[in-house]
């Protein structure tokens, strides 16, 4: 999905996808893994594992990045 502020940080992103991130904490109460990807309209991406009460930014290889 695309992402209005491509650079906020992530507590707001949480403010701004909390409805898809319910969503997602569905699946991942479930099962391993849930993640959400965001698109600025430039094509920059960024994305996140989504847990059961957290979300963690991760790199394209999936590894933990510090925000």
């Known amino acids: 999905m695309y992402a209005p502020k491509i650079l906020a940080g992530i507590p707001e992103l949480v403010e701004y996808y909390t409805k898809d991130l319910a969503r997602l904490r569905l699946i991942a109460r479930d099962a391993a893994v849930a ?33």
């Open 35 to 67: 993640k959400l990807w965001i698109r600025s309209r430039h094509g920059t991406w960024r994305f996140f594992l989504v847990t059961p009460s957290a979300l963690v930014e991760i790199d394209r290889e999936g590894r933990s990045v510090l925000s």
